[in-house]
């Protein structure tokens, strides 16, 4: 009986015990590996993913020492070189390293970009972060299958999910996809609502901004499906025009570098490495134009150092910025005596300095140290002068848009002068400058083909010269202009042609086989440097 009462008490303490520990049920059942927005502020995570932007974006990562060249921006007359992946097609020794870069760092920044959108789900308050996440993350997409083609989407950025090799999705139905979405998203966001906390970019927060670039990135992306699929094409186009596009300069989405903390601009690392602040020069197609049209950007954005190899190397002694001065360097060239000598080159301007001091490429035009060097340069996302263009190639393709490709063009042409005095004070062109020139040197509207030659020429001058570098080179494969010749060096890896793609991280073939296996068999040449992706007709 006693042993009974015992029995009994033990029960009924752990009744009591059981009652009391449901009043913590949720606690007691809740993943602590799995954050909400309750626990975790996913403003937080906004940063980190603009951020890894442009690291994806800028420098080593990939654009400078590819893209750069590809399009012919830059050039170097150097070899051995690992600037010879971009001017010459030549594979360096950390080529394999190197092309898929992007890559990772791209995925990254989007992974950021997907976290904050799970942990915003159903957060009434948390509406533009979590379209501003969903905006950031299609960017990223949008590059990442502008570089490589058919890639991981509709699967990607979902491990924790159990999904660790997901399925490469075809560039026309990822295209399909981020457009819709970007339909759907933008307008969602709502100034009168709480901003992003955390935002590094220019806008800070400003979520009317953020819907401008929005719909000017839906324009962006429109307009690259003008040959691959010109009725979406224009249905996208219009939509990104009737929401609004950037307004004007103010709407430049850019990021200002902490340099102080640890945070430069990656593109003026590179250049100011002393090899490549010797090497790197400004191509003969760029300056070339600057100099036929009398442009004023010339004399601010290039400067030829001062004689000979000592001072041309000496970062602090500023260079000979006059127009008539400069000139730019020929790709597919270097320094070895052979037949692809850079003073074998047609209109050879000459060196500079004399014996052990004498430099062969020192009559060649460099960017401005004053304006890139710097390592609080600020990197730009997308311009106002940029949508402006696509405007006006909308315009002169008769398809709807506010306002006409003349006006669109002018608009878009006195803004871009204006732009560079965001890189640095050193690089600022007047307004009244700047609209002086674009009166003066109006859109040819004689024809359509004309016209939208005319404006892709200064697209790609404009996102060159900014070092946005892979945007220059898929506006560049999308429009054809400007007309490039390819360079045939020795031991290329494309045949002789402009490379048209970047080949996937090797790493793909041993992490995500089958899927990698799939995406090879459907590009026309394989994963090769001059396979097309879909849009590039």
Same mark, same amino acid.
């Given at each position: 009986m006693k042993f009974q009462k015992i029995l009994f008490y033990i029960c009924s303490v752990c009744v009591l015990g059981l009652g009391a520990c449901t009043k913590k049920f949720d606690a007691i059942n809740t993943d602590p590996t799995q954050a909400s927005a309750s626990q975790f502020d996913p403003n937080l995570l906004l940063s980190g993913a603009e951020t890894g932007y442009f690291i994806a974006n800028q420098g080593y990562n990939g654009p400078i020492l590819f893209q750069s060249m590809w399009v012919q921006t830059f050039a170097s007359a150097a070899y051995p070189s690992y600037y010879s992946n971009g001017d010459k097609y030549v594979g360096s020794s950390n080529l394999l390293d190197y092309q898929g870069r992007l890559w990772t760092r791209c995925y990254n920044s989007a992974s950021y970009c997907y976290e904050i959108q799970n942990l915003t789900k159903g957060v009434a308050s948390l509406v533009n972060l979590r379209g501003i996440a969903l905006i950031l993350q299609l960017h990223n997409l949008e590059v990442l299958t502008d570089v490589y083609g058919d890639i991981p989407y509709s699967q990607a950025l979902r491990a924790?999910?159990?999904? %660790?090799?997901?399925?490469?999705?075809?560039?026309?139905?990822?295209?399909? %996809?981020?457009?819709?979405?970007?339909?759907?998203?933008?307008?969602?966001?709502?100034? $009168?609502?709480?901003?992003?906390?955390?935002d590094a970019w220019s806008y800070k927060g400003d979520v009317a901004k953020w819907k401008r670039f929005g719909y000017s990135l839906m324009l962006r992306m429109a307009m690259r499906l003008t040959k691959a699929d010109a009725t979406t094409a224009q249905k996208y186009a219009e939509k990104a025009a009737a929401g609004g596009t950037m307004t004007d300069n103010g709407d430049n989405l850019y990021q200002v570098f902490d340099q102080a903390n640890g945070y430069g601009n990656n593109n003026s690392s590179a250049l100011v490495v002393p090899e490549d602040y010797s090497e790197v020069r400004w191509g003969k197609v760029l300056i070339d134009y600057l100099k036929s049209t009398t442009d004023p950007r010339l004399p601010v954005i290039a400067e030829v150092p001062q004689a000979g190899i000592k001072n041309a190397a000496n970062e602090s002694l500023p260079g000979i910025s006059t127009a008539a001065s400069q000139n730019g360097m020929p790709s597919g060239r270097d320094q070895n005596g052979g037949a692809t000598d850079i003073s074998t080159a047609p209109g050879y301007p000459g060196g500079t300095g004399t014996g052990t001091d004498f430099n062969k490429i020192g009559n060649y035009s460099r960017p401005t140290s004053a304006v890139y060097i710097p390592l609080n340069t600020p990197g730009f996302v997308i311009t106002y002068a940029q949508t402006q263009f696509l405007l006006a190639e909308t315009a002169a393709r008769g398809w709807s &848009?506010? #306002?006409? $490709?003349?006006?669109?063009?002018?608009?878009?042409?006195? &803004? %871009?002068?204006?732009?560079? #005095?965001?890189?640095?004070? $050193?690089?600022?062109? %007047?307004?009244?400058?700047?609209d002086a020139y674009a009166t003066a040197h109006p859109l040819d509207v004689s024809t359509p083909a004309n016209s939208i030659q005319q404006i892709n020429m200064q697209y790609w001058v404009l996102s060159g010269t900014i070092m946005e570098y892979v945007e220059a080179w898929a506006n560049w494969r999308r429009s054809g202009f400007p007309v490039l010749t390819s360079v045939n060096y020795v031991g290329n890896f494309t045949a002789g042609v402009i490379p048209r793609r970047q080949a996937y991280p090797v790493t793909e073939a041993a992490t995500n086989p089958k899927n990698y296996t799939a995406?090879?068999?459907?590009?026309?040449? #394989?994963?090769?440097? &001059?396979?097309?992706?879909?849009?590039?007709k």
């Amino acid at each position: 009986m006693k042993f009974q009462k015992i029995l009994f008490y033990i029960c009924s303490v752990c009744v009591l015990g059981l009652g009391a520990c449901t009043k913590k049920f949720d606690a007691i059942n809740t993943d602590p590996t799995q954050a909400s927005a309750s626990q975790f502020d996913p403003n937080l995570l906004l940063s980190g993913a603009e951020t890894g932007y442009f690291i994806a974006n800028q420098g080593y990562n990939g654009p400078i020492l590819f893209q750069s060249m590809w399009v012919q921006t830059f050039a170097s007359a150097a070899y051995p070189s690992y600037y010879s992946n971009g001017d010459k097609y030549v594979g360096s020794s950390n080529l394999l390293d190197y092309q898929g870069r992007l890559w990772t760092r791209c995925y990254n920044s989007a992974s950021y970009c997907y976290e904050i959108q799970n942990l915003t789900k159903g957060v009434a308050s948390l509406v533009n972060l979590r379209g501003i996440a969903l905006i950031l993350q299609l960017h990223n997409l949008e590059v990442l299958t502008d570089v490589y083609g058919d890639i991981p989407y509709s699967q990607a950025l979902r491990a924790k999910e159990g999904i %660790s090799q997901p399925v490469y999705d075809k560039q026309q139905d990822i295209y399909t %996809s981020m457009l819709a979405r970007l339909d759907s998203v933008l307008p969602t966001l709502d100034p $009168a609502k709480d901003a992003p906390k955390n935002d590094a970019w220019s806008y800070k927060g400003d979520v009317a901004k953020w819907k401008r670039f929005g719909y000017s990135l839906m324009l962006r992306m429109a307009m690259r499906l003008t040959k691959a699929d010109a009725t979406t094409a224009q249905k996208y186009a219009e939509k990104a025009a009737a929401g609004g596009t950037m307004t004007d300069n103010g709407d430049n989405l850019y990021q200002v570098f902490d340099q102080a903390n640890g945070y430069g601009n990656n593109n003026s690392s590179a250049l100011v490495v002393p090899e490549d602040y010797s090497e790197v020069r400004w191509g003969k197609v760029l300056i070339d134009y600057l100099k036929s049209t009398t442009d004023p950007r010339l004399p601010v954005i290039a400067e030829v150092p001062q004689a000979g190899i000592k001072n041309a190397a000496n970062e602090s002694l500023p260079g000979i910025s006059t127009a008539a001065s400069q000139n730019g360097m020929p790709s597919g060239r270097d320094q070895n005596g052979g037949a692809t000598d850079i003073s074998t080159a047609p209109g050879y301007p000459g060196g500079t300095g004399t014996g052990t001091d004498f430099n062969k490429i020192g009559n060649y035009s460099r960017p401005t140290s004053a304006v890139y060097i710097p390592l609080n340069t600020p990197g730009f996302v997308i311009t106002y002068a940029q949508t402006q263009f696509l405007l006006a190639e909308t315009a002169a393709r008769g398809w709807s &848009a506010a #306002g006409s $490709a003349a006006t669109h063009y002018k608009n878009a042409l006195s &803004a %871009s002068l204006q732009t560079y #005095g965001t890189l640095n004070a $050193a690089g600022t062109i %007047s307004a009244a400058v700047a609209d002086a020139y674009a009166t003066a040197h109006p859109l040819d509207v004689s024809t359509p083909a004309n016209s939208i030659q005319q404006i892709n020429m200064q697209y790609w001058v404009l996102s060159g010269t900014i070092m946005e570098y892979v945007e220059a080179w898929a506006n560049w494969r999308r429009s054809g202009f400007p007309v490039l010749t390819s360079v045939n060096y020795v031991g290329n890896f494309t045949a002789g042609v402009i490379p048209r793609r970047q080949a996937y991280p090797v790493t793909e073939a041993a992490t995500n086989p089958k899927n990698y296996t799939a995406a090879v068999t459907a590009l026309t040449g #394989g994963d090769v440097y &001059a396979s097309k992706v879909w849009w590039d007709k």
